[in-house]
């Protein structure tokens, strides 16, 4: 299919990226949803009803959204997959009639996942969308918090930060599933046991992190569960853009660590690990979310990540056994029969998820300006995802808004060998190349912890 952009002030109004026309989906409902909310997939609207709109971010015919998107920067890769399944399923939704008989169009900007980019790209978008479907990053996102308020302005981030559960910081924001600090919580707590019970004592970490961002809330939930646990943390180090990453790895390497905890970037990942293995490191690694990429087993540590190394997972990957997992299969096949079947999929749909879900509150509703779209969004209490994350609270206490539940899972690389590696395709039925080592679960010490606040405050919080 054909990728197909238009270009508006500066700003990406993406039609299609190999699809033919893609923009929102969403049924009408004629009373209003209660405000514990089950997302589903959308059913079809054949009548547009009258709602109040601003005949600008909402008109007679088409509803825009916004999206901050890093497509060239870090996590441009994982990016591109989450956007794309995003256009696939709006496309679907418009071909079911659309949203309130309004079909949806996204404007992308892309932020390079740089902080003041992504700010300048939302003065660009704020008057011209009724809510962001995607921002991508921690600071990122935390830069336009203030502005979304002002501009009475919804967006769902695309990232996990512990402080999104603050009810007032995250008035705005619709996360989905846990968080970057619960997952190390979680990872740690599962691996200590498992190896205690392996060697007869506690293994020894080496925890590494990008400063600053992701990864200070990650190593605080890291450092949390070490000191609980007794585990000794014989070295730390921050993961800096433009560093020599190999120094990193000789670190490790030296510090001779049971388990090295990261959370980085793929890249970081692969070249930390390279050198530590290079030079001896004969211990295992565990990594967050957006650390791993499975395309990471067509490098030459393929086999050896598949052997030692192990992801904590915010949500199911694409094919798991899961009840919502048919419709995101269903439409992506459709849509995309020659792409490979990358995690970022699932979170694309979760993000459509969402984002409709809103839109169809205040639809029913009958108030599509951005104010009655914020009011929709901020009358929902929890909302569940059949399976493909864990559920999440939007309530006004702290702790009880924080998910606590993550899974983990093991790379594949026999499995990722034979689908055809990297020339795997949905179409021929490939799956994520992952073996499932732990359903979402959530450890002791995560259900116990009260941090009446974020696990780590972003530097730039207020």
């Not at 925890?207 to 585990?231: E, F, I, K, R, T």
């Not at 259900?447 to 696990?455: L, N, Q, T, V």
Request: with cysteine; charged share 15%; aromatic share 8%.
């Amino acid at each position: 299919m054909k990728r197909l952009f238009v270009v508006l002030i500066a700003v990406c109004v993406v039609a299609c990226t190999q699809s033919s026309s893609p923009t929102t989906t969403s049924s009408t409902t004629t009373e209003p949803p209660s405000s514990t909310t089950t997302v589903a997939p959308a059913t079809t609207s054949t009548t547009a009803p009258v709602v109040e709109t601003d005949g600008v971010t909402v008109t007679d015919d088409t509803i825009y959204l916004g999206v901050l998107a890093d497509l060239t920067g870090p996590f441009s890769g994982t990016v591109v997959d989450v956007l794309d399944a995003q256009l696939a399923f709006w496309q679907k939704t418009n071909e079911a009639g659309g949203i309130a008989g309004r079909q949806v169009e996204l404007l992308i900007a892309n932020t390079g996942y740089d902080v003041a980019t992504h700010v300048a790209k939302y003065e660009e978008l704020h008057d011209k969308v009724v809510m962001l479907a995607h921002s991508t990053g921690s600071q990122q996102t935390l830069a336009i918090v203030p502005k979304l308020a002002e501009d009475h302005l919804v967006a769902i981030p695309v990232t996990w930060y512990s402080g999104w559960s603050d009810p007032v910081l995250g008035a705005n924001l619709l996360e989905t599933g846990s968080n970057y600090c619960m997952e190390s919580i979680n990872t740690i707590s599962w691996y200590a046991k498992d190896f205690e019970s392996r060697f007869g004592h506690p293994p020894a970490l080496a925890l590494l992190g990008l400063p600053g961002d992701y990864g200070g809330d990650s190593l605080a939930g890291a450092n949390y569960a070490a000191a609980q646990l007794g585990l000794p943390v014989v070295y730390e180090g921050s993961v800096v853009p433009g560093q020599d990453l190999t120094a990193l790895g000789a670190a490790v390497a030296k510090s001779e660590a049971d388990l090295t905890w990261m959370a980085a970037d793929p890249l970081s990942l692969v070249t930390v690990m390279g050198a530590a293995v290079q030079l001896g490191y004969r211990g295992q690694w565990a990594v967050s979310t957006v650390t791993f990429s499975d395309r990471l087993l067509d490098t030459a540590l393929g086999g050896y990540m598949a052997e030692n190394l192990y992801m904590a997972t915010l949500m199911a990957p694409f094919g798991a056994k899961v009840d919502g997992m048919n419709d995101v299969v269903q439409v992506l096949d459709d849509a995309y029969p020659d792409r490979y079947p990358a995690a970022g999929l699932v979170e694309g749909y979760l993000e459509y998820l969402v984002a409709r879900t809103v839109l169809e509150r205040a639809a029913a509703a009958g108030d599509l300006t951005p104010e009655g779209v914020e009011a929709a969004a901020q009358g929902i209490d929890s909302l569940t995802y059949s399976g493909l994350s864990p559920a999440n609270d939007f309530g006004d206490d702290f702790d009880t808004s924080i998910a606590r539940a993550t899974g983990i899972f093991k790379p594949d690389k026999a499995a990722f060998d034979a689908q055809g590696g990297l020339d795997a395709t949905l179409g021929a039925g490939a799956l994520s190349p992952l073996t499932k080592l732990q359903d979402f679960f959530v450890s002791d010490l995560a259900a116990g912890y009260d941090p009446g606040g974020p696990c780590y405050v972003l530097p730039s919080q207020p």
